[in-house]
């Protein structure tokens, strides 16, 4: 459809035909999805909503096309302020859900940190293998291979000890969690 | 809802549309912040007391030839940067441009006329310092319709319709506040009138942006 009879079915919907209305949206819906889909790029479920908002915006601003000016930019100037707004909400999205993140990340540190230094000192009451291998595996965060080959014992007997060196600060915490044979786990 | 259900809607409520829609929102609007800022004025600063003898003046008429100029190119720029599709109208600036260096020449040849001694007076009068700043504050009620009558439309270059909105309320205000100020030097006018008409078109596209965004 050219230019020419899109501006006339646009200026028959202006006069109140619904019927040129519609073959009017149903003609630019095409057109505004290769728009969008060119500069949207995998995101196809996007574009379309870009497609219907404009779509929508052309319904409830039709009273501001001037009827002398061409159709077209009128229709993709509208195009382009949506695909600019969305940019802008979905960068903005993003910003405050990177915020989010940094806050979170700052709050598991200064958690972390706190219970790195209760940790410091429960330790120093246990057997010293037992603050060893701790040590290696929940705070540095070696496998059990790994801390079993440092201290020349079986990956068993690491699980073992490391069993008994929980229930021994579980004890002294006065803390028993269901949990903590779980944790020690890799 | 899918695209094709989506435009079966739209076609229902597809009722006749006037032509100068945007024209009238922005004329009821700004008459509603001139009412206001005609309001503010009486409530706040007397009218000149010569202001009888001075509507038969030219220099009364040449000053609000010149702020209504400004109004003028404002809302002519307005009422194309409120579409979607609008751009600032070729030849406007011009007509900005022309009024400033008619103002500025008539100014320079009454500052060449003057006594030297006297020139300083002449370009301050009794009122430089809160000359803008009162056509910034009675451009207030004004900036406010022009920015909401914009907004209702379907601006796309926000800051520049922004700029637009505030030079029609500032050349607005600065004809509101002429029946106040008794001042007519013309080196006056084209320094002090200039800068807060100017200042106003500045506010509005600082805030352009922000609050013209509409969806």
């Not at chain 1, 598991?108 to 603050?131: F, K, N, S, Y």
């Not at chain 2, 009888?52 to 003046?57: D, F």
């Not at chain 2, 070729?90 to 441009?97: F, K």
Request: hydrophobic letters at 50%.
């Amino acid at each position: 459809m050219t230019e020419a009879e899109l501006k006339a079915l646009m200026l028959a919907g202006l006069a109140g035909d619904a019927a040129a209305h519609a073959r009017l949206l149903a003609a630019l819906a095409p057109r505004l999805r290769a728009y969008f889909a060119r500069r949207m790029g995998a995101n196809p479920g996007a574009a379309e909503d870009l497609v219907q908002e404009t779509l929508l915006a052309i319904h409830l601003k039709r009273g501001l096309y001037d009827r002398d000016q061409p159709l077209m930019p009128w229709v993709l100037a509208i195009a382009r302020y949506k695909l600019v707004d969305s940019w802008r909400r979905s960068g903005r999205r993003k910003m405050e859900a990177l915020d989010e993140v940094d806050e979170l990340v700052a709050e598991e540190t200064a958690d972390g940190t706190m219970a790195r230094r209760d940790l410091g000192v429960l330790l120093a009451r246990l057997p010293r293998r037992q603050q060893a291998l701790l040590h290696d595996v929940r705070i540095e965060g070696l496998s059990m291979a790994e801390a079993a080959e440092r201290h020349g014992l079986s990956v068993a007997a690491v699980k073992v000890t490391l069993h008994r060196s929980l229930k021994a600060l579980q004890a002294l915490v006065g803390v028993t969690r269901s949990t903590s044979d779980g944790e020690i786990e890799p | 809802m899918n695209t094709d259900e989506l435009i079966a809607i739209l076609a229902r409520d597809a009722r006749p549309v006037r032509d100068g829609l945007v024209q009238r929102r922005l004329a009821t609007f700004t008459g509603a912040g001139l009412c206001a800022s005609l309001l503010l004025l009486l409530a706040w600063l007397p009218p000149r007391p010569d202001l009888p003898q001075a509507l038969h003046g030219t220099i009364f008429w040449a000053k609000g030839a010149y702020t209504l100029c400004f109004a003028l190119v404002g809302a002519r720029a307005l009422e194309r940067l409120a579409r979607p599709d609008g751009r600032v109208p070729p030849g406007v600036p011009g007509l900005l441009a022309m009024a400033v260096a008619l103002m500025a020449g008539a100014a320079v040849i009454g500052l060449a006329r003057a006594a030297p001694d006297l020139r300083i007076a002449l370009w301050m009068g009794d009122s430089a310092p809160v000359c803008s700043l009162r056509i910034v504050a009675l451009a207030g009620p004004l900036l406010l319709m022009t920015l909401a009558a914009t907004r209702s439309l379907a601006p796309t270059r926000l800051r520049t319709a922004g700029a637009a909105a505030g030079l029609l309320a500032g050349g607005l205000s600065a004809s509101v506040y002429a029946l106040h100020c008794p001042e007519s030097a013309p080196a006056f006018i084209v320094c002090w009138y200039s800068l807060g008409m100017l200042s106003c078109a500045a506010i509005g596209a600082l805030v352009g942006p922000a609050i013209l965004r509409w969806r």
